[in-house]
């Protein structure tokens, strides 16, 4: 009984794999996190903060954009995260550029650049690289904000696979709302809106995008002044 060519030491779970090898590491990063999280609203009560750090990211962005065209380009990637002293592969840049470039256009956007930064976040926490920094990337506020959002997926993970189901994202909504008739519908809806690639599961990269959208940094990008409104009255 040889050439076990075709042998798998592991079963696939919903035989779903993780497509690329960043991928893999994110799902095992995720896979090791416990989350010190209690509930689903202490998340939606971080959202505000989440926003505010993430509107502050910009002027990492900007910073990093030398040739002030809007987009992180692969040569502007490299500086950056050599600025940030994080050590990553050529091979490993190249991932992370491929995978949060996600329109494809060979330039990292601002909010692309946000997901780009909480993943490399993440997998700098990998224990065999063994960072002692107290702050790994210099940016204490920002990491503060990727922190919460790492907790905040692995709350959500509860069979800590690495992704968020369906079904975990309906028991963490009803978890908190007693019983609302709503709640399984805004589950629903949330977890559609996660699910970019339609596959039926969440990864970390999916959720952090979704948050950009949530936090309205999709829209944002030509939106340099506040709105001034007065809070008119809306009864
Ligand atoms: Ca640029
Ligand atoms: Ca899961
Ligand atoms: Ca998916």
Redesign the pocket.
């Known amino acids: 009984m040889g050439g076990s060519l075709g042998v798998v030491a592991e079963s696939p779970k919903r035989g779903y794999f993780p497509e690329t090898k960043l991928e893999t590491k994110m799902v095992e990063a995720m896979q090791n996190r416990a989350s010190p999280m209690k509930s689903f609203n202490t998340i939606i009560l971080k959202f505000p903060k989440i926003d505010q750090s993430f509107r502050k990211c910009k002027a990492i962005f900007e910073q990093f954009d030398v040739d002030k065209n809007e987009v992180i380009d692969h040569s502007e990637l490299k500086h950056c995260l050599r600025k940030l002293e994080v050590i990553f592969s050529e091979e490993e840049i190249d991932d992370f550029f491929k995978s949060c470039d996600i329109n494809e256009n060979m330039g990292i956007k601002f909010n692309e650049f946000i997901v780009l930064l909480c993943l490399v976040y993440l997998l700098q926490e990998d224990p065999s690289k063994k960072t002692q920094l107290k702050s790994r990337m210099g940016l204490p506020n920002l990491e503060a904000t990727f922190e919460t959002l790492v907790d905040a997926f692995a709350f959500l ?9 369906k079904t ?1 994202m309906v028991q963490a909504i009803n978890e908190t709302t007693t019983g609302e008739r709503s709640s399984g519908r805004i589950a629903m809806k949330r977890f559609e809106e996660m699910d970019w690639d339609r596959n039926g599961m969440v990864n970390f990269k999916e959720f952090l995008f979704a948050f950009t959208r949530w936090v309205g940094i999709d829209e944002a990008e030509d939106e340099d002044e506040v709105d001034e409104g007065e809070g008119e009255g809306e009864a």
């Open positions: 993970d509860k069979n800590k696979d690495g992704y968020v189901s975990e």
